[in-house]
């Protein structure tokens, strides 16, 4: 499975076109997770990019059942607004419209953003802004994940 870390500012083109930088596709086995992507609309309307074999994974896990129930009618977005994008030979995906549209995107500066087994694609002046407050915490935050490791380590240990 990939996994997919760090931050890249990359630009829209006219056509919708946008880059997957190299440190990016080069974190994909395309045996393993695939070629292409399937685009989804996540939380707070950011566009995630998942590996197509992977995010095949995820909704099968997702749809255990052949017959509609409310469980899985409340998943039916994620099929509806899911698109799948197929990189070119410079690896350059296209946007579509709709897609843009729903994630407020107008900017053409953009951050791709690793998060483990997705990308995600912020405006960069909204991934700044989110950067400058997480950053205020930052220490917090490490220091609070190597209390979780510690504790996990000591009921490890008996």
Do not use: C
């Amino acid at each position: 499975m990939a996994l997919f870390v760090g931050e890249f500012d990359q630009v829209i083109d006219a056509k919708h076109r946008l880059a997957i930088p190299a440190a990016l596709r080069e974190q994909i086995d395309p045996k393993e997770d695939g070629r292409n992507f399937y685009l989804v609309l996540g939380t707070g309307r950011r566009l995630w990019l998942y590996p197509d074999k992977y995010y095949q994974k995820l909704l099968s896990m997702l749809r255990a059942t052949p017959l509609p129930n409310r469980q899985t009618q409340q998943y039916d977005m994620f099929f509806a607004m899911a698109r799948v994008v197929k990189p070119d030979p410079q690896g350059r995906i296209v946007l579509p419209e709709k897609s843009m549209m729903r994630a407020r995107i107008t900017d053409p500066h953009i951050t791709l953003v690793g998060k483990g087994d997705h990308i995600e694609i912020w405006p960069t002046k909204e991934w700044n802004e989110f950067m400058s407050k997480v950053l205020e915490r930052y220490d917090e935050a490490i220091l609070d994940a190597g209390d979780r490791l510690a504790a996990s380590g000591d009921k490890n240990d008996k």
